[in-house]
């Protein structure tokens, strides 16, 4: 399995930027597609974007598009997500995913019940 721990979260303003970085160990990262969810208090994890093997394949949530970048360095074994223009709605807490995948794939996942493997969160939190 692999082992992932996000971080980078922090209190901003609304319009600024911020970039999570999930770093992962164990199994070879170039093996998992990977993917950012968030939860808000009371809200259900919702899906915020995704990264399939190859780096040419990612999906993004209506709610992020055109706002939030997902990319992934297999040199570092690491995953991030570039957020610009922060609104307070984006305020939750960041978790990355992972999901193995044995052939090699663009496929990505945007449901939560897809992936095996989490990390334990960062909070961003964005002021008015």
């Known amino acids: 399995q692999v082992q992932l721990v996000e971080s980078g979260g922090e209190l901003v303003q609304a319009g600024d930027s911020l970039r999570l970085s999930c770093a992962t160990s164990?199994?070879?990262?170039?093996?998992?597609?990977m993917g950012w969810f968030r939860q808000a208090p009371g809200e259900e994890r919702e899906f915020v974007a995704a990264?399939?093997?190859?780096?040419?394949?990612?999906r993004y949530a209506d709610s992020v598009k055109g706002r939030f970048t997902i990319s992934r360095d297999n040199a570092t074994n690491t995953v991030y997500l570039q957020m610009n223009s922060l609104k307070p709605a984006d305020a939750a807490v960041y978790y990355c995913?992972?999901?193995?995948?044995?052939?090699?794939?663009?496929?990505?996942?945007?449901?939560?019940?897809?992936?095996?493997?989490w990390g334990q969160g960062t909070r961003v939190t964005v002021s008015t």
């Open positions: 995913a992972a999901k193995y995948q044995t052939c090699y794939s663009s496929r990505v996942f945007t449901a939560p019940s897809g992936y095996e493997c």
């Open positions: 164990g199994r070879p990262f170039s093996s998992y597609a």
């Open positions: 990264i399939g093997r190859s780096t040419l394949s990612t």
